[in-house]
């Protein structure tokens, strides 16, 4: 069956470091790879979205990777601050376009 | 530009009552999406309509759940009868189109107890 995995354990780091987050996929070809912030309490937000044709997307201090080989996409934040801290969610839209999340992981930015 | 709306915000029932909730998605966004997301874990799709047509509904307990999307817009997600398990926030989200960056409301929290 289709399977996402990011890391369940949260990551820690220091203010003005890059974040680096993890997202694999098997048994699923994707035509889109997204990737979503969410604050308790609150609904996922969109941030970003790469093709399958694309190898790269950059947004400010955000940069998405995208490996169909790997079958891998990576997530960094620079530059980050305590702000950023939040969960992180990838999803994947493949046949039908059916969206798909990863159970996400949690980023903690320290002063 | 109006969000997606969600209501109600909260909810508690007992188990084996029902319990309804609703969405109202961004206007001109044919994708509507509901879903299930347990404290600590990731969104798991329910259900994906493409204008009033399923998409996907595997996920969905169709035993107790059900959802429909009239006339292509708003869409209202029931659960009879409800479970302990059930405990969870239900997000609704909308896209312009499938694969298209998803919006999303604030979610509604139910609580069976």
């Known amino acids: 069956s289709q399977k996402i995995e990011q890391n369940s354990e949260a990551l820690n780091i220091q203010e003005g470091k890059t974040a680096t987050l993890t997202c694999n996929y098997t048994n699923y070809s994707p035509a889109y790879l997204q990737w979503y912030r969410q604050d308790p309490g609150r609904g996922p937000v969109f941030l970003l979205l790469i093709r399958e044709n694309e190898k790269e997307k950059r947004k400010e201090r955000l940069k998405v990777t995208f490996d169909t080989t790997l079958k891998q996409s990576l997530f960094h934040i620079t530059a980050s601050q305590p702000a950023d801290s939040a969960t992180y969610l990838c999803?994947?839209?493949?046949?039908?376009?059916?969206?798909?999340f990863g159970a996400g992981t949690r980023l903690a930015v320290h002063p | 530009e109006a969000g997606v709306a969600q209501s109600p915000r909260y909810k508690i029932i007992e188990k084996r009552q029902s319990v309804a909730f609703w969405c109202n998605p961004i206007s001109g966004h044919a994708t509507l999406y509901w879903y299930q997301q347990i404290l600590g874990q990731g969104p798991k799709l329910l259900i994906q309509?493409?204008?009033?047509?399923?998409?996907?509904d595997s996920q969905l307990p169709k035993d107790r759940f059900s959802a429909e999307r009239l006339k292509g817009v708003d869409s209202t997600l029931k659960i009879q009868p409800a479970k302990l398990e059930d405990s969870a926030v239900y997000l609704c989200a909308s896209s312009f189109g499938s694969g298209a960056e998803a919006f999303f409301g604030q979610g509604t929290r139910l609580t069976v107890v």
């Open positions: 309509f493409q204008n009033n047509g399923v998409v996907d």
């Open positions: 999803a994947l839209a493949g046949g039908y376009n059916k969206l798909i």
